[in-house]
Every structure is written in C-alpha cells, then in structure tokens.
C-alpha cells in the first residue's frame, strides 16, 4: 500500500494524499478517510498494551479485519524517548529489554505491512503521570519545554521517512492551559516538527472548557476561531478535539439530552468553519473523537462536522 511516494494535506475540512513519483501521470488529490484505535502503552511501558495476552498478529487481525481500522494512534511519553528506556520485561511480551526507539521501529514497519496509517501523538512528558501542560516544572520557558522539543526531533529525524507515518498530535489534553497560550505553543512546537519533517500533519488538540456546561480535556478548539493557529507549512494543521460520550456533566442529565449535544458540541469544536480567515490552506477540520453518543446524534452531526475518528483500542477480553 505504502510502495508510490505521497504527500497528504488538510484543507477544507479533508485529508488528502497526492502521489509524487515523477515516473507516474499527475493524478488529483484523494481525500483520505480514517477509522482508527488508540493503542495505547508505548507511554508507559515501553511497547503496545495487551502484548502479554495476545500476540501482536492477533491483536493486528483484530484492528484491521474484526474492526476495519485502518489508523493506529500511538501514545508516547517524551521521557521514554530521550532515554530510549529498555521495555517492560513482564509486560511487553516479544519486545521485552528492548530500546523504546527499537520496539517503535518494528511496530511501525509491521503496522505499514498491513497498511495501516499512523498518528503519533506525545500523550506525557514522564510515564507516571498526564501532565496539564507541555512542560515541566511549570511555568513553561525554553528549559521546561526541552524535554517534549527534544523527543519531536528524535522522532521527526527518524520516522520521516516511514511512509505510513502521516501525522503528529503535539501534546495530549493541555487541560491546564489558555487556548492563547496554547495556540502560541503548538505554532511553535508544530514549526519545530515541521523543520525536521514537513510532510507530516500537524494535529493540534483542545484544552478545557470556560463555557456554562463543561466539556472534556482537550476538547475546546473553538478559540482557532478567533485565535488560529498558523503553521510555517501551508495545508499542515488538523484540528483534534476529544469527546467522550459519558460522564459527569451537567448535559447529560438535561431533559433534551440527547438532543442537547448538537448545541453542546457546536460550542466547544463544531462551529469552527472548514474556510477561515483566508486561511483555507492552513486547516484541516478532521476531529479524532472518542465516542460513546447515541447512534441518532452521531449520524445527524458527525458527518458534518468530521470525517476522521479514532476510538480507544479493544481491551484484552474482546480479542478472544
């Protein structure tokens, strides 16, 4: 799948991939559509979870023919790769005693066999714990920051040039932040990325929530609106809020629910256009949404305001 050469874009609320290989005719863009799993424990351990249960083919089978993903989000954690730790003996199965960087390169070359995309995503600075910002100890200054602009290097350096490798989500969930402060880092943490590696997209989550009904951690974008963020590379940026389908707030308890969500959700990410300020190169509106909503809301809203989901991965007991 991966052996024509291909640069992807974000525009007007798509992802597209274009072939480059000067030996093939000019083709149009074509708009790529994702369905894809969080698969969580590269941040914590060193290798991917439930590999001491199930072999990684098994768990593959299960993501690409059970599931039909076709996109993997790797959580990593910025101290697992400045110190390319050994993994965890008793958890990482094959991978056991090995580098980070070494189980991150056999785990992308085996999800590119069996053509699945892959968004890397720095989900913590150190493995213990999610952080509410990019830096450590706060506040965030050059040195606070080393940490999360040393890892993207090391990682924008080495898997550039993996195919299969489209995407960067910058930090996940700053729930501690101001979307200005936020949008300021991510312009410059993604113009980090993008020195090493400007064919990857940049995916920039949400922070918390100032409106009345609450929302998730990393889900408010709806300051791009007012505040975009700008990247040094044209058609680079993808939009990224986080939504979950249960919990505590307020509007899940209303006696519109579920009917409520659409305005809900408009607030928080949903009302922030594909086309914005003349800047329709530098945006692409694909939200990965974790999502349990009804089934009703999802095919009336979803459609409309993204084309790209990603849901936590299948937990050990559904692979038998």
């Known amino acids: 799948m991966f052996s024509v050469p291909f640069n992807v874009s974000a525009k007007n609320g798509k992802i597209f991939a274009t072939h480059t290989d000067p030996a093939l005719l000019s083709a149009p863009d074509v708009e790529l559509l994702f369905r894809g799993a969080n698969w969580a424990g590269m941040q914590s351990h060193g290798c991917p979870n439930h590999l001491t249960w199930h072999s990684f083919e098994q768990y593959l089978n299960r993501l690409v023919v059970d599931l039909e993903m076709n996109l993997v989000r790797l959580p990593l954690s910025a101290e697992w790769i400045n110190g390319n730790m050994a993994a965890d003996n008793y958890i990482c199965g094959e991978y056991r005693y090995m580098p980070t960087l070494s189980v991150l390169d056999d785990v992308l070359e085996r999800l590119a066999a069996r053509g699945i995309f892959v968004m890397l995503d720095m989900h913590t600075l150190h493995s213990d714990r999610n952080f509410p910002l990019w830096c450590d100890p706060e506040p965030c200054d050059d040195a ?77 974008v709806a300051g791009h609106i007012t505040q975009p963020v700008t990247l040094s590379v044209a058609e680079r940026l993808v939009l990224s809020p986080h939504v979950y389908g249960h919990g505590g707030h307020a509007y899940f308890s209303h006696p519109s629910f579920p009917d409520n969500l659409a305005g809900v959700w408009g607030s928080h990410w949903g009302n922030v256009p594909a086309r914005q300020h003349g800047q329709t190169r530098r945006f692409g509106r694909a939200a990965r949404l974790r999502l349990e909503a009804p089934s009703r809301l999802r095919a009336a809203f979803l459609p409309m305001h993204c084309l790209h989901r990603a849901f936590t991965a299948p937990s050990p007991p559904s692979l038998h």
């Open 144 to 220: 606070s920051e080393q940490a999360i602009f040393a890892a993207w290097a090391t990682l924008a350096q080495r898997y550039c040039v993996q195919p299969n490798v489209i995407m960067a989500d910058l930090f996940n969930e700053p729930y501690g932040a101001s979307w200005e402060s936020w949008r300021d880092a991510a312009q410059r943490l993604g113009d980090h990325v993008l020195s090493y590696c400007d064919r990857w997209l940049i995916v920039v989550e949400g922070t918390d929530c100032n409106s009345g009904h609450g929302c998730w951690w990393g889900e408010n």
